[in-house]
């Protein structure tokens, strides 16, 4: 004969099982895209934005000197090319801006996620300027006069992982 304790161990047990095997059978049997509260959805009016933080051969980039230092956009732009980015244009910066920091990455909603992974050949230290208007998948790094070098692949990953993963800007929403 089943004590007392057994009993309620086993319908314990028993309820567990049941509401794992519910849990189980909600996750395989949801809708792959249907929108949930809080899982990005967007509301009328937002931008989709980009949030895939996509690997250096598929991000496009122009990279834009905003110092007096000639050749300072060839040398940063080579050193991406080496890091096998798509380097689409260098130069000087086009609207003739003039950085302070260390660098500005200027980048519309298709390519939030590719300047979170550029942020952090900057260790962090780019000024991110989201523009929502920007239709393209190009991200343009302006490099300002405290820039120095372009982190190591191990610093690019502990930036990445200090980052954390990308938000959607204002206006914007998970796409």
């Known amino acids: 004969m ?3 304790a057994r009993v309620r161990a086993l319908a314990i047990v028993a309820v567990l099982l049941i509401g ?3 849990a ?12 949930q509260a809080g899982d990005g ?4 009016g937002s931008v989709p934005a980009n949030l895939d933080l996509p690997a250096a051969n598929t991000v496009k980039i122009n990279v834009y000197n905003a110092t007096g230092q000639v050749g300072l956009a060839s040398q940063v732009g080579e050193d991406f090319a ?4 798509d380097l689409q244009q260098r130069g000087d910066d086009p609207l003739g801006s003039e950085v302070e920091g260390v660098a500005v990455l200027r ?7 590719a300047a979170h992974v550029l942020q952090a050949y900057f260790l962090n230290d780019a000024e991110p300027q989201f523009d929502i208007e920007r239709t393209d ?4 790094v302006v490099i300002g006069v405290q820039f120095r070098q372009l982190a190591t692949e191990t610093e690019v990953r502990q930036s990445i ?3 954390g993963n990308p938000e959607p800007p204002p206006g914007t929403c998970s796409g």
């Not at 189980?24 to 929108?35: F, T």
């Not at 998948?137 to 343009?140: A, G, T």
């Open 41 to 44: 959805a967007c509301r009328p």
């Open 161 to 163: 992982a200090a980052l």
């Open 107 to 113: 980048y519309g909603p298709a390519t939030v996620g």
């Open 20 to 22: 794992a095997l519910v």
């Open 24 to 35: 189980v059978y909600l996750a395989m049997n949801r809708e792959p895209g249907s929108a």
């Open 137 to 140: 998948d190009v991200v343009d």
């Open 2 to 4: 089943l004590s007392f």
């Open 82 to 85: 080496n890091r096998n980015f």
